[in-house]
């Protein structure tokens, strides 16, 4: 169907589905599934696969972030399969990005986008991605603090990607999603800071 279609028409399908796929909050969508408390009630507030492990059921959190990655991945993929060049998949990647970020389905409160991220970055490029998810596990096993992992691993991303494709058009992409990526990680910033951050696995609390 998208062969027939303009390319620039089926750029603008595909990154419309990216972002209405990436609008699924699979954080509360698990959670409920599984009986769960609303992920936005407890610890840090944020609908995604870390504060889902905090309600003490693994399942449920890797599920969380398996589909929070897929929903990316997949219209990257697609998008490749259809012929769309470097930028035109960077659009789509930012498009379920985006989505995860500020959810059309849930008023425009999503999380973080760390998994979604992740997610793009392997559609783009198995190399690229792994590169950028082995220096999220090495730091999380290290300090065991997901944050950190995060900001380190969206630091890393655009530095990753230039070295191993050259500065192109998708290197804005990345350049984007980890400055966004960063900002969202603005209060855990200044929980690193004070001592304050939970840790990987610790049950939380409700959240004030």
């Known amino acids: 169907m998208f062969e027939a279609l303009d390319p620039?028409?089926?750029?603008?399908?595909?990154?419309?589905?990216?972002?209405?796929?990436?609008?699924?909050?699979?954080?509360?969508?698990?959670?409920?599934?599984?009986?769960?408390?609303?992920?936005?009630?407890?610890?840090?507030?944020?609908?995604?696969?870390?504060?889902?492990?905090?309600?003490?059921?693994?399942?449920?959190?890797?599920?969380?972030?398996?589909?929070?990655?897929?929903?990316?991945?997949?219209?990257?993929v697609v998008g490749a399969h259809l012929g769309l060049d470097t930028l035109q998949l960077t659009v789509v990647g930012l498009g379920a990005f985006l989505g995860h970020l500020w959810p059309i389905f849930f008023k425009f409160e999503g999380g973080k986008g760390v998994a979604t991220a992740a997610g793009a970055l392997l559609g783009f490029s198995g190399a690229l991605g792994g590169a950028v998810l082995l220096v999220w596990i090495v730091m999380a096993a290290v300090f065991r603090y997901s944050s950190l992992a995060a900001l380190t691993a969206s630091l890393a991303a655009p530095v990753l990607q230039v070295w191993m494709m050259g500065v192109n058009a998708q290197t804005y992409g990345v350049v984007a999603m980890?400055?966004?990526?960063?900002?969202r990680h603005e209060a855990n910033i200044r929980k690193l800071l004070a001592g304050e951050e939970s840790k990987l696995g610790q049950k939380a609390a409700p959240k004030a």
């Not at 599934?33 to 905090?54: E, H, K, Q």
């Not at 980890?178 to 900002?183: G, M």
């Open 8 to 76: 620039r028409l089926a750029l603008a399908v595909l990154a419309v589905g990216a972002y209405l796929i990436g609008s699924l909050s699979f954080a509360v969508i698990v959670s409920r599934l599984f009986g769960l408390a609303d992920p936005r009630t407890y610890g840090s507030g944020n609908p995604g696969a870390t504060n889902v492990l905090r309600s003490g059921n693994k399942a449920a959190a890797i599920l969380t972030l398996v589909f929070d990655a897929l929903k990316a991945y997949i219209p990257v």
């Open 178 to 183: 980890s400055a966004l990526l960063i900002w």
